[in-house]
């Protein structure tokens, strides 16, 4: 059964300081992972989506890196700015099609 | 593009009430997910449509709850009647073909009373 782990659960930094979230899961039979920012009483916004058998995906100041074997994706932001505080998902879609969660990383850029 | 479209944004009803949610996935996406997150805990899966047929409903928690997606256009989720423990967002999704990304509506924030 695949389960999805993200760490830290929360994260508070000054703004401009480069970060990195972290995801774990467990079974490696993944056709993709896929990160998402939440803002508070909003929906879910797609931010990077890597394929299996890709092993990065960029998107400005957003890195994501998927590493399959050993279950483990980062999110990487770049010189963080207060707009980037949210909730940060993360989650894998297996061969039955559905995506596994993890809790999320509730991320605070402080002015 | 017009992207995944929900409504109501919110609902507040009272417990042993109906309600119904719609989603409207985005076009041409024969793959809709319907997912919810309750308080304090992850996202969970409820089911899965590719056109009209239901493909996967193994998360649907009970009875109470039908999904349905008549033309394989919009979608449907009703709750009959709705307990306290139903209260939380739920979401739709789209996407096409399946094992691609994901797009989600901005979630039905149901509270049960």
């Known amino acids: 059964k695949q389960e999805v782990t993200q760490i830290p659960a929360a994260l508070s930094v000054p703004e401009g300081e480069n970060l990195v979230l972290n995801c774990s899961f467990t079974?490696?039979?993944?056709?993709?992972l896929q990160w998402f920012r939440q803002d508070p009483g909003k929906g879910l916004t797609s931010l990077l989506l890597?394929?299996?058998s890709q092993r990065e995906q960029t998107s400005g100041r957003l890195n994501a890196s998927l590493d399959k074997s050993s279950g483990r994706s980062t999110l990487y932001i770049a010189a963080s700015q207060p707009g980037d505080s949210a909730t940060y998902l993360c989650?894998?879609?297996?061969?039955?099609?559905?995506?596994?969660w993890g809790a999320g990383t509730k991320l605070i850029i402080k002015p | 593009e017009a992207g995944v479209t929900q409504f109501p944004s919110h609902s507040v009803i009272e417990k042993g009430q109906t309600v119904t949610l719609r989603c409207d996935p985005i076009?041409?996406?024969?793959?809709l997910y319907w997912y919810r997150r309750v308080m304090g805990k992850e996202i969970k899966f409820l089911l899965h449509f590719v056109k009209e047929s239901k493909q996967d409903e193994s998360g649907m928690p009970n009875n109470r709850f039908l999904a349905e997606r008549t033309g394989g256009t919009y979608s449907t989720l009703k709750v009959q009647p709705a307990e306290l423990e139903d209260s939380g967002v739920y979401f739709c999704a789209s996407s096409q073909p399946a094992n691609y990304g994901y797009t989600f509506g901005s979630g039905t924030r149901l509270t049960v009373v």
């Open positions: 890597i394929q299996s």
């Open positions: 076009s041409g996406h024969d793959n």
């Open positions: 079974d490696s039979a993944i056709y993709n």
């Open positions: 989650a894998v879609k297996g061969s039955n099609y559905q995506l596994i």
